[in-house]
Nanobody, 125 residues
Framework: QVHLAESGGGSVQAGGSVRLSCTAS????????MGWFRQAPGKKREGVIS????????DVADSVKDRFTISRDGAKNSLSLEINNLQPEDSAMYYC??????????????????WGQGTQVTVSS
C-alpha cells in the first residue's frame, strides 16, 4: 500500500505562486506515475498534470499549460506542482494520486488508485 503525503498550499493573492509537493512512500519502487488533480466546490475533479517521478514528458491539461509546471525528485519519490500567476479560479482542493500499474505511460487519463488527503489552495483577488 502506497502512502502519499502532500504539502504546500494555503491562501495566496492573485498573481502569486504556490508550490505543492507530493511524496510517495510504501513498497520499494524506483519510479511512480503521479498525477495532480484539483476539485473546486460544486465542480468536477480535474486532472492538471501527470508524470513519472523519474523521466518522461509530463502530461499537462490544456487549461493550465501556461502556468503549471512540475519538478521531481526521483530519489525521494516526489513530484511537486508549481502554479504561477494564480487566479481566483485556481482555488480548489488539490490532490496527488498514483497509478501503480501504468501500462501506456503516465497520462492524466490513467487510472489513479491511491490518493492523498488533499491540500487547499485559496486565491484571493
Amino acid at each position: 500500500q502506497v502512502h502519499l503525503a502532500e504539502s504546500g498550499g494555503g491562501s495566496v493573492q492573485a498573481g502569486g505562486s504556490v508550490r505543492l509537493s507530493c511524496t510517495a512512500s510504501g513498497p520499494a519502487r524506483s519510479n511512480y506515475c503521479m498525477g495532480w488533480f484539483r476539485q473546486a466546490p460544486g465542480k468536477k475533479r480535474e486532472g492538471v498534470i501527470s508524470a513519472y517521478t523519474v523521466g518522461d514528458i509530463p502530461d499537462v491539461a490544456d487549461s493550465v499549460k501556461d502556468r503549471f509546471t512540475i519538478s521531481r525528485d526521483g530519489a525521494k519519490n516526489s513530484l511537486s506542482l508549481e502554479i504561477n500567476n494564480l487566479q481566483p479560479e485556481d482555488s480548489a482542493m488539490y490532490y496527488c494520486a498514483v497509478d501503480l500499474r501504468p501500462t501506456l505511460g503516465c497520462r492524466l487519463s490513467n487510472t489513479f488508485s491511491s490518493w492523498g488527503q488533499g491540500t487547499q489552495v485559496t486565491v484571493s483577488s
